[in-house]
């Protein structure tokens, strides 16, 4: 399939229904750029290694890059997103579908942004795939059993590997700087969360980057009816696009999202921070290397649990830990019926 611009855009100025999707689409990748990226930066600010508003522009510059430069190498992310669900081949009823699951991300997305809940995107844009993908075939005809047991297995790995490197990360750092004073340690630390939080912003636009790369992708082929499992080089437009939007919803900032992550989960110093975002960093990064759907806000959450684990169980506010548990847990039943419903009711209105 031609996938040069000037087809994208021809295609889009032909298909009114192909354009909605794109600008559902985009809308939901500012919405995850403001939502969902200030995670990558919660813990320098709030260790205040860098001021709100120098590091969401920091945020933004290394989304961007992340979204550009892995998908350059690896693409096999957008690749598995393009493959989760087969919308027929009806190519009207398809894309309806399609914008419909989009509409509901949205939706889902923007309630939690409202309440500052820092829920998955992820989960969300899966979710609502997955309930359009069941509406239109009536039944699980429509999910591809395949590829979406691996975003179990992301489930699983951003839990037990966040975890884990975060409390292993850290004790290695304390274990390292037992016998250095501690205001020594502050400026070397200050700049290691710095580093820390500009890797966990890239690792985040590699991973979420794709993800919604890959469903501009699927559009494409819905509205020209042919099959998902095609295997295409990622265009250098649409990973330019993809990059710039979410760059710019990073910029609108998230400050809700900072305070849940960063403040109310666990009081962190400069060191525990930077064990955070390097923890998390290589759990993202494993993760996009074998093509795992995972979510940047599990892998961060629970890094920064492990981190806390480090000093004692206590020092974590489960609180703060069950309700974002809950919000996780609500994502897959609650997104995908939004995503259902609305491709019922869009079926009806086109």
């Known amino acids: 399939m031609d996938l040069s611009f000037q087809y994208f855009w021809t295609q889009m100025t032909d298909s009114p229904l192909l354009f909605l999707a794109v600008v559902l689409t985009l809308g939901v990748i500012l919405v995850n750029g403001w939502t969902d990226a200030p995670n990558a930066i919660a813990t320098c600010v709030v260790t205040r290694c860098m001021p709100a508003r120098a590091a969401i522009l920091m945020a933004a510059v290394f989304n961007f890059l992340g979204v ?47 309440f500052g809940i820092p829920t998955s995107e992820s989960h969300a844009l899966i979710a609502g795939l997955t309930g359009g993908a069941i509406a239109l075939h009536g039944g699980l005809g429509g999910v591809n059993a395949n590829e979406w047991v691996k975003v179990l297995y992301g489930l699983v790995i951003s839990v037990v590997l966040g975890f884990g490197l975060g409390w292993g990360v850290c ?19 200050r700049y290691a969360q710095i580093f820390g939080a500009a890797c966990m912003s890239f690792m985040h636009g590699a991973q979420d980057g794709q993800k919604f790369m890959g469903v501009i992708l699927l559009s494409m082929f819905l509205v020209n009816g042919q099959s998902t499992s095609e295997a295409v080089q990622m265009p250098v437009w649409l990973m330019l696009l993809c990059s710039v ?26 060191y525990q921070g930077f064990s955070a975002d ?7 990064l494993f993760s996009s290397v074998f093509g795992i759907p995972v979510s940047t806000t599990h892998a961060k959450t ?19 830990v069950k309700e974002m548990g809950l919000t ?19 079926m009806w209105i086109f």
């Not at 290695?172 to 205001?183: K, S, T």
């Not at 996780?328 to 869009?346: A, E």
Request: some cysteine; hydrophobic content about 55%.
């Open 68 to 114: 550009f430069i892995m998908s350059m190498f690896n693409a096999t992310v957008a690749e598995t997103i393009t493959k989760m669900v087969d919308f027929g081949s009806d190519s009207h009823e398809a894309i309806v579908a399609l914008s419909a699951a989009l509409f509901a991300i949205v939706v889902w997305a923007t309630l939690a942004w409202y």
């Open 171 to 189: 004790k290695l750092v304390v274990l390292l700087f037992r016998n250095v004073a501690r205001q020594k340690t502050e400026n070397i630390f």
């Open 245 to 270: 939007v979410m760059g710019l919803g990073t910029s609108i900032g998230g400050k809700k999202i900072i305070k849940s992550v960063g403040m109310d989960m666990v009081k962190l110093e400069k």
């Open 278 to 284: 390097i923890a998390a960093s290589i759990s993202l």
């Open 302 to 320: 629970t890094a920064i649990m492990g981190v806390g684990a480090v000093k004692r169980l206590s020092a974590v506010n489960f609180g703060v």
């Open 328 to 346: 996780w847990i609500l994502t897959f039943p609650g997104c995908g019926l939004i995503g259902f419903l609305m491709t019922k009711l869009f």
